[in-house]
C-alpha cells in the first residue's frame, strides 16, 4: 500500500500465549493480528484477523545467566511482550534454562511429580520446517486427502496447533477435522508410523480434557488404539524372531546391520505405543470406559509390554497397571499373568520414577496373599530390602515388606537379608520423637520371628532399643521391646538387667499405650529364676494392680495385661501369697464376673485361678475365701475348648484338695460329658423308654462304661419311678 493510503489501514496486535519451544532453546510468542481497512470518514469497511507467532530464540541462555536480565532485554527487544507479561517470560526462560536437553534425538517434558511423561511429537518426527497457523485448518484437512507423504506433512501441522490447548476448542469444534482424521487413521495406520502417531497425538492432546473425551469415544479411538498396540506388539515379536533367525544364518556383519535397523524401528514404535497407552488411560478416567477396556483385554497388553527397554513407555505402561489394579478382576488378571514376574527385572532400575511407580504397584498387588506369595518366589524380597536406604523409595518399599512379613514363612527369610540391621540403624536414628509407623509395623512384625528377634539383640541391639523406648516413651517401640521378650530361650534372660526400669515406669509413665506394652513385656518374662516376690514389693506393685483392677476407669487393654502379669508371677509360690494376702482375689472374681463375653480375659482370669491352687499355700485360700470354684464349674460348658480346658485342670486341683467340691465337680463333670443321653432321658415319655428297654439294641454297652478300681454306683430316676437308669460314674 502507499504511503498516501496508510492512513486508511489501521492494525492491531493482541499478545497472545507464550510458549517455549519444544527442542531448541526458543521463545514461542503468539499474537493476533487484526487489520482494518477505513473509508474517507474514519469508518470500517474492511476487517481481517489472522493468528501469527514470533520465534525469539536465546542462544545465550546457559545455567549461569541472569533470568531477570534476560527477560527484559527479550520485551527490550520484542515489542508484542508488554511489560504486564515479565513475570510470564521469567517462568518461560526460567524452565528453558532447567530444561534437560534431549537425548539421542528423542525430547520429551519430564512431570514434576512421579508419573509418565508427557509424549512429545518431535521424538517421532522432525520438527516441520513451516509452522501451522490456525486459519489455515482447512488446507491442511485437504492434505489428509492427498498422498502418503502429504497426509504425513497434515498431520504434524494440524498436530502443531493441537499442542497448544488454546486452540483445542476449536478444533474439536471442527467436524470435518475430527471426521477426516479418524477415517485417515482407520485406514492407513499400518502403511505409516509417523502418520499413526501424529494422528493418535492430536486425539491425545484432546484426550487431557474431560469434556472432549465423548468425542473420543464417538470415534471409537480408545478400541481403535487397543488395535494399534496389539499390532505393533505382534510386530515385535516378529522382528525380535528375524532377528534371532538372521543372528543364526547371516554374517556378522549382516547382523549388526539388522540389528541397527531394528533399534530405528523399535524407537519409532515406542513413540506409538505411548500415545496410544497415554490416550487410553486418559480415557480410563471414566470407571465404565475402563471396564470396557478391561474386557477387550487390556491388562494383557500392558503385561506384554513390560519387556521393552523404553523407561518412557515402561513408566507409562507400570502406572497405567497401578491405577487397574485397584479393582479385584484386574488384580486377579495380573496374577494369571505373573506380573510380579515380570515386574522383578524393573526393581531396582536406573529411573527413579518408573522404579517408585513399580513399587506402589506392588503395594496395590500385596494386598492379596496369591501376589504376595509370587513376590516371594521370584526373588523380590531381597530386592526390595536393598531399596530401604533410597529415601525416594523408602516408604513404598517398607509398606510392601510390611505385607510381606504378615506370612509367618516369609518371617524366617528376613533373617537372610540386611533388612533387621537396617531397619535397627533407622529406629535408632529416627530424627523425631515417635518412629515412623511403617517402619514400626514392619519391625513388630519382624520381632515375632525367633531368629530375627534374636538378630535384634545382637551386640548392644536390646540396650539401645529399650533407651530409645523410654526416652521417648514411644508405644510402638515398647511393643517391638514386647515381641522379643517372648520368645524362649536367651533373649530372655537380656531383660534381666531392665527390671527396674519396666517396673519403675508404670508409676512414672503417664501414657496408658505405652504403660500396656511395658505391663506386656513383664507378664513375658517367664524365668525360672525371677524371684518376682522381690520385684512387687521393691516397686510397689501390688498396690498398682490392685488399683487397676478396682479402679473401674481402666481400660481393658492394660487390665488384661495385669492379669496376664498376675498369671505370670503367680508361678512363684511366695509372690502367688503374696497376691491373695493382699486383697486381689475378690476383685479378680468380681472382673470375672463382668467380662464373661471376652473369652481371652475369662482365659487369661482361670489361668490365674489355675497358678493359685498349684500352690498348696494358696489353695485353700482359692476354695475357702472366693466363689472362684462355682464360675469354674460353671465355665465348664463354655463353647471355648481353651477355657474348657484350663477349668478341667483347675478343678481337678480343687478336687484334690476338697472332698466336698470333688462329689460336686465329679457330678459336673459327668454331667457334661454325658450331657446328650441325659438330655434324651429327660424329654422322651416313658413308653418310648421302656420299649426301648425291652426291644432292639441297648444304647449303653458294657464296653462303653470306663471302670476304675474306686468306682462308684450311682442311680438317678426321672419323675417316673417305674424307669431305672444305670450310670458307672468315675471317681
Same mark, same amino acid.
Given at each position: 500500500?502507499?504511503?498516501?493510503?496508510?492512513?486508511?489501514?489501521?492494525?492491531?496486535?493482541?499478545?497472545?500465549?507464550?510458549?517455549?519451544?519444544?527442542?531448541?532453546?526458543?521463545?514461542?510468542?503468539?499474537?493476533?493480528?487484526?487489520?482494518?481497512?477505513?473509508?474517507?470518514?474514519?469508518?470500517?469497511?474492511?476487517?481481517?484477523?489472522?493468528?501469527?507467532?514470533?520465534?525469539?530464540?536465546?542462544?545465550?541462555?546457559?545455567?549461569?545467566?541472569?533470568?531477570?536480565?534476560?527477560?527484559?532485554?527479550?520485551?527490550?527487544?520484542?515489542?508484542?511482550?508488554?511489560?504486564?507479561?515479565?513475570?510470564?517470560?521469567?517462568?518461560?526462560?526460567?524452565?528453558?534454562?532447567?530444561?534437560?536437553?534431549?537425548?539421542?534425538?528423542?525430547?520429551?517434558?519430564?512431570?514434576?511429580?512421579?508419573?509418565?511423561?508427557?509424549?512429545?511429537?518431535?521424538?517421532?518426527?522432525?520438527?516441520?520446517?513451516?509452522?501451522?497457523?490456525?486459519?489455515?485448518?482447512?488446507?491442511?484437512?485437504?492434505?489428509?486427502?492427498?498422498?502418503?507423504?502429504?497426509?504425513?506433512?497434515?498431520?504434524?501441522?494440524?498436530?502443531?496447533?493441537?499442542?497448544?490447548?488454546?486452540?483445542? =476448542?476449536?478444533?474439536?469444534?471442527?467436524?470435518?477435522?475430527?471426521?477426516?482424521?479418524?477415517?485417515?487413521?482407520?485406514?492407513?495406520?499400518?502403511?505409516?508410523?509417523?502418520?499413526?502417531?501424529?494422528?493418535?497425538?492430536?486425539?491425545?492432546?484432546?484426550?487431557?480434557?474431560?469434556?472432549?473425551?465423548?468425542?473420543?469415544?464417538?470415534?471409537?479411538?480408545?478400541?481403535?488404539?487397543?488395535?494399534?498396540?496389539?499390532?505393533?506388539?505382534?510386530?515385535?515379536?516378529?522382528?525380535?524372531?528375524?532377528?534371532?533367525?538372521?543372528?543364526?544364518?547371516?554374517?556378522?556383519?549382516?547382523?549388526?546391520?539388522?540389528?541397527?535397523?531394528?533399534?530405528?524401528?523399535?524407537?519409532?514404535?515406542?513413540?506409538?505405543? /505411548?500415545?496410544?497407552?497415554?490416550?487410553?488411560? +486418559?480415557? $480410563?478416567?471414566?470407571?465404565?470406559?475402563?471396564?470396557?477396556?478391561?474386557?477387550?483385554?487390556?491388562?494383557?497388553?500392558?503385561?506384554?509390554?513390560?519387556?521393552?527397554?523404553?523407561?518412557?513407555?515402561?513408566?507409562?505402561?507400570?502406572?497405567?497397571?497401578?491405577?487397574?489394579?485397584?479393582?479385584?478382576?484386574?488384580?486377579?488378571? %495380573?496374577? =494369571?499373568?505373573?506380573?510380579?514376574?515380570?515386574?522383578?527385572?524393573?526393581?531396582?532400575?536406573?529411573?527413579?520414577?518408573?522404579?517408585?511407580?513399580?513399587?506402589?504397584?506392588?503395594?496395590?498387588?500385596?494386598?492379596?496373599?496369591?501376589?504376595?506369595?509370587?513376590?516371594?518366589?521370584?526373588?523380590?524380597?531381597?530386592?526390595?530390602?536393598?531399596?530401604?536406604?533410597?529415601?525416594?523409595?523408602?516408604?513404598?518399599?517398607?509398606?510392601?515388606?510390611?505385607?510381606?512379613?504378615?506370612? =509367618?514363612?516369609?518371617?524366617? %527369610?528376613?533373617?537372610?537379608?540386611?533388612?533387621?540391621?537396617?531397619? %535397627?540403624?533407622?529406629?535408632?536414628?529416627?530424627?523425631?520423637?515417635?518412629?515412623?509407623?511403617?517402619?514400626?509395623?514392619?519391625?513388630?512384625?519382624?520381632?515375632? +520371628?525367633?531368629?530375627?528377634?534374636?538378630?535384634?539383640?545382637?551386640?548392644?541391639?536390646?540396650?539401645?532399643?529399650?533407651?530409645?523406648?523410654?526416652?521417648?516413651? #514411644?508405644?510402638?517401640?515398647?511393643?517391638?521391646?514386647? +515381641?522379643?521378650?517372648?520368645?524362649?530361650?536367651?533373649?530372655?534372660?537380656?531383660?534381666?538387667?531392665?527390671?527396674?526400669?519396666? $517396673?519403675?515406669?508404670?508409676?512414672?509413665?503417664?501414657?496408658?499405650?505405652?504403660?500396656?506394652?511395658?505391663?506386656?513385656?513383664?507378664?513375658?518374662?517367664?524365668?525360672?529364676?525371677?524371684?518376682?516376690?522381690?520385684?512387687?514389693?521393691?516397686?510397689?506393685?501390688?498396690?498398682?494392680?490392685?488399683?487397676?483392677?478396682?479402679?473401674?476407669?481402666?481400660?481393658?487393654?492394660?487390665?488384661?495385661?495385669?492379669?496376664?502379669?498376675?498369671?505370670?508371677?503367680?508361678?512363684?509360690?511366695?509372690?502367688?501369697?503374696?497376691?491373695?494376702?493382699?486383697?486381689?482375689?475378690?476383685?479378680?472374681?468380681?472382673?470375672? +464376673?463382668?467380662?464373661?463375653?471376652?473369652?481371652?480375659?475369662?482365659?487369661?482370669?482361670?489361668?490365674?485361678?489355675?497358678?493359685?491352687?498349684?500352690?498348696?499355700?494358696?489353695?485353700?485360700?482359692?476354695?475357702?475365701?472366693?466363689?472362684?470354684?462355682?464360675?469354674?464349674?460353671?465355665?465348664?460348658?463354655?463353647?471355648?475348648?481353651?477355657?474348657?480346658?484350663?477349668? #478341667?485342670?483347675?478343678?481337678?486341683?480343687?478336687?484334690? $484338695?476338697?472332698?466336698?467340691?470333688?462329689?460336686?465337680?465329679?457330678?459336673?463333670?459327668?454331667?457334661?460329658?454325658?450331657?446328650?443321653?441325659?438330655?434324651?432321658?429327660?424329654?422322651?415319655?416313658?413308653?418310648?423308654?421302656? $420299649?426301648?428297654?425291652?426291644?432292639?439294641?441297648?444304647?449303653?454297652?458294657?464296653?462303653?462304661?470306663?471302670?476304675?478300681?474306686?468306682?462308684?454306683?450311682?442311680?438317678?430316676?426321672?419323675?417316673?419311678?417305674?424307669?431305672?437308669? /444305670?450310670?458307672?460314674?468315675?471317681?
Amino acid at each position: 500500500m502507499q504511503s498516501e493510503d496508510a492512513k486508511y489501514l489501521k492494525k492491531r496486535v493482541k499478545t497472545g500465549s507464550i510458549d517455549v519451544h519444544p527442542t531448541e532453546k526458543a521463545l514461542l510468542v503468539n499474537y493476533e493480528l487484526e487489520a482494518t481497512i477505513l473509508g474517507e470518514l474514519g469508518d470500517p469497511m474492511l476487517g481481517d484477523k489472522k493468528e501469527c507467532q514470533k520465534i525469539i530464540r536465546l542462544t545465550s541462555l546457559s545455567a549461569e545467566t541472569n533470568v531477570a536480565q534476560l527477560a527484559r532485554e527479550v520485551m527490550a527487544r520484542c515489542q508484542l511482550i508488554p511489560p504486564s507479561r515479565q513475570p510470564e517470560l521469567e517462568q518461560a526462560i526460567f524452565y528453558l534454562q532447567h530444561r534437560r536437553p534431549p537425548r539421542g534425538g528423542e525430547t520429551r517434558q519430564q512431570s514434576a511429580a512421579p508419573g509418565p511423561s508427557r509424549p512429545d511429537s518431535a521424538a517421532s518426527s522432525p520438527e516441520p520446517a513451516e509452522l501451522a497457523q490456525l486459519t489455515d485448518v482447512d488446507s491442511y484437512v485437504e492434505l489428509l486427502y492427498e498422498e502418503l507423504s502429504e497426509k504425513e506433512r497434515g498431520a504434524q501441522l494440524l498436530l502443531q496447533l493441537a499442542r497448544n490447548p488454546d486452540n483445542l =476448542d476449536e478444533l474439536v469444534n471442527n467436524e470435518a477435522m475430527i471426521g477426516a482424521l479418524s477415517r485417515t487413521l482407520r485406514e492407513e495406520w499400518k502403511k505409516s508410523t509417523a502418520l499413526a502417531t501424529s494422528i493418535v497425538y492430536i486425539f491425545f492432546c484432546m484426550s487431557t480434557f474431560s469434556q472432549f473425551h465423548g468425542i473420543i469415544v464417538k470415534q471409537k479411538m480408545g478400541s481403535l488404539c487397543m488395535d494399534i498396540v496389539d499390532h505393533e506388539l505382534k510386530r515385535y515379536a516378529q522382528w525380535r524372531e528375524d532377528l534371532a533367525r538372521r543372528k543364526r544364518a547371516a554374517s556378522e556383519a549382516e547382523f549388526q546391520q539388522a540389528r541397527v535397523t531394528l533399534v530405528r524401528l523399535v524407537k519409532k514404535q515406542n513413540q506409538l505405543l /505411548r500415545v496410544c497407552l497415554y490416550l487410553l488411560l +486418559n480415557l $480410563a478416567e471414566d470407571v465404565k470406559t475402563e471396564e470396557k477396556m478391561r474386557r477387550r483385554g487390556v491388562v494383557p497388553l500392558l503385561c506384554r509390554c513390560l519387556d521393552r527397554d523404553s523407561a518412557d513407555l515402561l513408566l507409562l505402561v507400570v502406572t497405567f497397571l497401578k491405577k487397574l489394579s485397584v479393582y479385584v478382576e484386574n488384580k486377579d488378571d %495380573m496374577l =494369571d499373568l505373573s506380573v510380579c514376574e515380570r515386574l522383578s527385572p524393573l526393581v531396582p532400575h536406573d529411573n527413579a520414577d518408573l522404579l517408585n511407580v513399580t513399587i506402589r504397584l506392588l503395594l496395590n498387588l500385596s494386598f492379596d496373599a496369591k501376589h504376595r506369595a509370587q513376590m516371594v518366589n521370584v526373588g523380590l524380597l531381597p530386592k526390595l530390602v536393598n531399596l530401604i536406604p533410597s529415601p525416594r523409595q523408602r516408604s513404598a518399599a517398607i509398606a510392601v515388606l510390611y505385607h510381606l512379613s504378615m506370612d =509367618d514363612k516369609v518371617k524366617s %527369610m528376613f533373617a537372610y537379608t540386611d533388612c533387621i540391621p537396617i531397619c %535397627m540403624k533407622l529406629v535408632l536414628e529416627w530424627p523425631e520423637p515417635k518412629v515412623g509407623l511403617e517402619l514400626m509395623a514392619l519391625c513388630i512384625n519382624l520381632t515375632a +520371628n525367633k531368629r530375627n528377634a534374636e538378630l535384634v539383640c545382637e551386640g548392644d541391639g536390646l540396650p539401645l532399643l529399650v533407651a530409645r523406648a523410654f526416652q521417648h516413651q #514411644d508405644p510402638l517401640v515398647m511393643k517391638m521391646v514386647r +515381641n522379643i521378650s517372648q520368645h524362649e530361650g536367651q533373649t530372655k534372660v537380656l531383660f534381666l538387667e531392665f527390671l527396674g526400669e519396666f $517396673a519403675e515406669s508404670l508409676h512414672s509413665c503417664s501414657e496408658e499405650e505405652f504403660v500396656v506394652e511395658t505391663v506386656g513385656v513383664l507378664g513375658n518374662l517367664s524365668i525360672p529364676d525371677l524371684d518376682f516376690d522381690r520385684l512387687f514389693r521393691q516397686f510397689r506393685l501390688v498396690d498398682w494392680m490392685k488399683s487397676k483392677l478396682t479402679s473401674g476407669s481402666c481400660e481393658d487393654d492394660l487390665l488384661l495385661e495385669v492379669v496376664v502379669l498376675m498369671g505370670t508371677a503367680c508361678a512363684d509360690e511366695a509372690c502367688s501369697l503374696l497376691l491373695a494376702e493382699a486383697g486381689l482375689l475378690p476383685p479378680l472374681v468380681d472382673l470375672l +464376673n463382668a467380662k464373661q463375653e471376652d473369652d481371652e480375659m475369662v482365659l487369661q482370669i482361670i489361668y490365674v485361678f489355675h497358678q493359685l491352687t498349684a500352690h498348696p499355700s494358696t489353695r485353700q485360700l482359692i476354695i475357702r475365701d472366693t466363689h472362684a470354684p462355682a464360675y469354674l464349674v460353671d465355665l465348664l460348658h463354655d463353647k471355648n475348648a481353651q477355657i474348657r480346658r484350663v477349668c #478341667d485342670a483347675t478343678l481337678d486341683l480343687i478336687a484334690e $484338695a476338697d472332698p466336698a467340691w470333688a462329689t460336686r465337680i465329679r457330678l459336673e463333670k459327668f454331667r457334661w460329658h454325658n450331657s446328650q443321653w441325659l438330655d434324651m432321658v429327660e424329654t422322651q415319655p416313658a413308653e418310648e423308654v421302656t $420299649a426301648y428297654d425291652t426291644d432292639g439294641e441297648p444304647f449303653l454297652h458294657e464296653r462303653d462304661v470306663l471302670y476304675q478300681s474306686d468306682t462308684s454306683s450311682e442311680v438317678l430316676l426321672d419323675d417316673d419311678s417305674s424307669t431305672h437308669v /444305670r450310670f458307672d460314674v468315675l471317681e
